[in-house]
Structures are given as C-alpha cells and as structure tokens.
C-alpha cells in the first residue's frame, strides 16, 4: 500500500524524537523527552508511529542490534541541526541493514514484527499452545492468535507446513489476503504468492474461502490442491501428497510446468539478497525440476541445463541478476 505524504511527516517527526532521545547532554535529553511525551499525545498517529519504530528498532537489537545501534549512536553524537537532517537516513539505514540481514524485504518493514519469522536459508518448526504444530519455510512470517472460541494463524509471506490439533470446541483457520482455510482434523501446506494463495492438502481435508465471496465453501481433501484468489478458490487438483511431505524434510522445491517467472519468486525467498529477472525475456520459459533451496546458487544454475539461454550474473553475494538475452522478447 502506498504511504501517504502525511504519513512520511508523522514517521519523519518519529524518527527525529527518536533520535533525539540520544544526544550526550541529560538536560537535552531530559528536554527532548518531555517534547517527545507531548508530541505524542497531539495525536494517535503520532503515538502510534513512534511505537511502531521504536518496535521494529527493538526487533532489529533482538537479532542484530549493531547496525540499528550504529546508526543511532552516530546521529545523537552529531550536533542538532546534523541529527534533524541526518534521522530519517540513520534510521533507514538501521532498518534496511536488519531487514537484509533477515531476508525481510525492504517494502514490508511490517513483517518484522510478526509473531514467527524465518530469515532466508532458516526454518522454523514450533508447537502452538494448542498443540498444533507449525513449520515455516525460508523467508515466511506469521502472526498467531488464540482464542477461547478460535485458533487463527495469519501468513503474511512464505510458506507453512500446519499439525493441527484436534479441538472441536475452537476451529483452527489459516488466513492470507486471499481467503481463509479452516482445517477439519488435518495436515497441509499454505504458500503465499505474489497473485494468490496456494494450499497442497497432506492429510484429512479442509474448507475454503475466496476473502471476497465468503459465502462459498470448496472442501479439498488428502491428495489435492487448489490455488486461491481474493475472487474464487479455483478448481481442485491432484497431488503427490508423499512427494510434498519429501520435498519439505529435504528442503527442496518441486515444480511441475511453473512459469519460470514464480520458480525464481520461490528461489528468491530463500536467497540471502534479492533476484532480479527481465519478465518478458522468461515469459514462455516453464520449468519442471527439483531445486535445493538450501544452496539458491545450486539451483540457479541447475535451471541452467533446461534453459542454456539464460544469463546468470552475480553482482555481489545479496544480488543476482537473471536474463535471457537471446530470448525473443514477448
């Protein structure tokens, strides 16, 4: 979503209050904090946007804290006029380097303060406190909430594989921005693409709902997959149930026919950097593979031996760049 003109004056001003707050005179500090305490109470926006900073500032020291720390140090030791000038670039600095160090990409600071997040090249495997247990591939983040009457985890990028816990008394769902899954007894995998939410059932079944006819229900069972938009749960399709459940113990990406536009979004969420690719060189190009997602550079240049017209350079070790000169452009 875009941010507003008005929302870049309110996170500026948090940003400067912030920074204020580290200057080496206590008077001035004394001083900048009163400023602070009243600034925010002008206005929830504006307290709310000093928390969110002052959160994800909190997440970057929780992992990394050099970076952000860095940053701030460097700006309160700078004279008034310098901090005011400097804030917002300091900041952003902190927030990038921690982002990156988290493979955590740069347009959704938000994610890093999900409940549960993995960085690229890390999976996490948890038990809810309904006993349900969780699994979150490389490069996903979550938010989990538990409820007397309901059990609800929020992909908010990535992919999970989901136990669920039987309890009948409080149904478990998993939401995107797409639509929502209630699990009946089961076992699945949920990824979220850059178009719409794949779910690939494991065990026992499911309901699904498109966010945007609620009203429609499709029940996928063991053995079957559907692709979900906003719109519509489209239609079912079968799986190798054994082969996904395979494919997450060794870590690995099996594609079938996929554009390979999706396999690199795939690839680049379990890149420590980022892969560019030129759309309308790739358009026609489909892929069907076993890629490591351990070792993304493995599995570039595996795609290599389907696809020799592709360009593979890597500009430093967090970008790579994809092409296909010779292709016809679309």
Not at 102 to 114: C, E, F, I, Y
Not at 278 to 306: E, F, G, K, W, Y
Not at 307 to 326: E, G, K, N
């Amino acid at each position: 979503m875009p941010v507003s003109p008005e929302q870049n004056r309110i996170s500026r001003q948090a940003a400067e209050w912030i920074v204020s707050l580290t200057v080496d005179d206590k008077a001035e500090r004394e001083q900048a904090r009163a400023g602070f305490e009243a600034w925010q109470q002008e206005d929830p926006r504006h307290a709310a946007a000093a928390l969110r900073m002052q959160a994800m500032l909190g997440q970057l020291d929780a992992h990394e804290g050099r970076p952000a720390r860095a940053a701030l140090t460097s700006a309160g030791r700078a004279s008034r006029k310098r901090v005011v000038a400097r804030t917002v670039t300091a900041l952003a600095v902190a927030i990038a380097a921690g982002a990156l160090s988290l493979g955590v990409p740069l347009t959704q600071p938000s994610l890093l303060l999900a409940d549960a997040r993995t960085g690229a090249g890390e999976w996490q495997t948890r038990i809810l406190a309904d006993g349900s247990q969780l699994t979150l591939s490389s490069g996903s983040a979550v938010n989990i909430h538990m409820s007397e009457g309901q059990r609800v985890v929020s992909l908010l990028q990535g992919e999970i594989m989901v136990d669920v816990a039987r309890d009948p008394s409080r149904p478990f769902f998993v939401q995107t921005e797409d639509g929502s899954i209630r699990a009946l007894g089961t076992r699945f995998t949920v990824e979220r693409g850059a178009h719409a939410t794949e779910l690939a059932m494991l065990e026992s079944k499911t309901e699904v709902r498109a966010a945007g006819r609620p009203a429609l229900a499709t029940v996928v069972a063991a053995g079957e997959k559907v692709r979900i938009t906003p719109d519509s749960v489209g239609p079912v399709a079968h799986v190798d149930a054994g082969s996904i459940a395979d494919a997450w113990r060794d870590h690995q990406l099996v594609v079938q026919n996929r554009p390979l536009a999706e396999v690199l979004d795939q690839l680049a969420r379990h890149h420590r950097g980022v892969i560019r690719y030129d759309a309308s060189q790739i358009a026609a190009m489909r892929v069907s593979a076993v890629l490591p997602l351990d070792d993304t550079d493995r599995a570039l240049h595996l795609l290599l031996n389907s696809f020799p017209v592709l360009r593979i350079r890597t500009i430093t070790p967090y970008v790579v760049l994809v092409d296909a000169p010779a292709a016809p452009s679309k």
